[in-house]
């Protein structure tokens, strides 16, 4: 007897998303955040005005925790996105950090990418390779870019996800990786960074236990590569390679030690000598993570993708123009 059409599509749904994904090989709804410490420290709070305006939005937005392809690697990652059904723009955020410092946990997503998701976007985040019990090394922006630029093509095994319309957002070593993948993904339609690492040469420079702890450590065959790995890794390099047409928002701290601000500096000069749409955002006394103006900086990257990305306004005229 031939089964019901309704009863096999049934049957191929687990933990929200189809069985007949091609790369995603585990998905997990978080459904339960009670076991997380964030989690008692605002539920006992009344629900008031006093409650924290992040958790205002906490039950619009679904976590999964995910597991997809990249090189025939089980890669682990995390996505957020809106409760309500529908079709949304995408964002790819890129975490920074090295190994599991810096991973997106599902209170770092709720908190980071849970307002972006409540207001109308589906944010993936990768852990990239050897994180979290996924497979592989990671490089520090090598091979592991490859679980960047895989993820529209995992995107587009979410129902929910709208591929025609996709944005990237890293902050630190995830703006390196945004401008590596930026340089193959042509077609995204907004960029933002934040305290972006755009010069490798500068960071070892200016931290020498860079080089000794992460370089050296997860770059393949660094030492003797040493030019070549610091310059596929320093943007500021090779500005002319990206493409005219997708705008760029740059945000950095002037008060950032980790990644010195000249570092945005001098590459929105080689966006401008380049005509590469781009604004920069440099805030006064902002540490590497601009804590202290964090919620201008949610405002500033919310009002990026809602005007190129959600909204598809024309991008600015880089011609010189004007009286």
């Known amino acids: 007897m031939r089964l019901p059409f309704f009863f096999l599509f049934w049957i191929g749904i687990t933990s929200g998303f189809a069985q007949k994904s091609k790369l995603i090989v585990e998905s997990n709804q978080i459904k339960d955040f009670s076991k997380y ?3 008692k420290s605002v539920s006992s709070i009344p629900v008031t005005d006093d409650i924290p305006e992040w958790f205002s939005y906490i039950d619009s937005v679904e976590v999964f ?25 995408c964002v790819i955020y890129n975490r920074g950090g090295n190994k599991e410092d810096g991973t997106v946990s599902v209170p770092r997503a709720l908190i980071q990418l849970g307002k972006l998701a409540s207001s109308g976007y ?160 440099m805030f006064e006394g902002g540490d590497h993570g601009i804590w202290e103006h964090k919620e201008r900086v949610n405002e500033e990257v919310l009002s990026w993708f809602d005007r190129f990305l959600k909204n598809g306004e024309a991008l600015p005229d880089m011609e010189f123009h004007g009286r």
């Open 37 to 39: 410490p964030f989690y």
């Open 122 to 281: 589906v944010v993936i985040a990768s852990h990239y390779r050897g994180n979290l019990g996924g497979e592989g090394v990671e490089e520090f922006g090598g091979a592991d870019v490859n679980d960047v630029t895989i993820l529209p093509k995992i995107l587009a095994e979410i129902p929910r996800a709208d591929t025609s319309r996709i944005g990237m957002y890293g902050w630190s070593r995830g703006g390196m990786m945004t401008y590596l993948a930026l340089k193959e993904m042509t077609y995204l339609k907004a960029v933002v960074v934040g305290g972006a690492l755009s010069d490798a040469f500068q960071n070892v420079s200016d931290r020498p236990e860079m080089e000794a702890y992460v370089f050296s450590k997860l770059v393949p065959d660094y030492w003797n590569n040493t030019e070549a790995e610091l310059t596929k890794r320093s943007a500021i390099k090779w500005a002319d390679q990206f493409p005219k047409d997708v705008p760029i928002l740059m945000m950095h701290g002037t008060s950032d030690w980790r990644i010195k601000p000249e570092q945005s500096l001098r590459m929105a000069l080689e966006f401008d000598k380049y005509r590469i749409p781009y604004r920069l955002i």
């Open 65 to 89: 925790e995910i597991t997809y392809l990249s090189d025939g690697l089980q890669v682990k990652g995390i996505l957020v996105q809106p409760k309500k059904e529908g079709k949304y723009p």
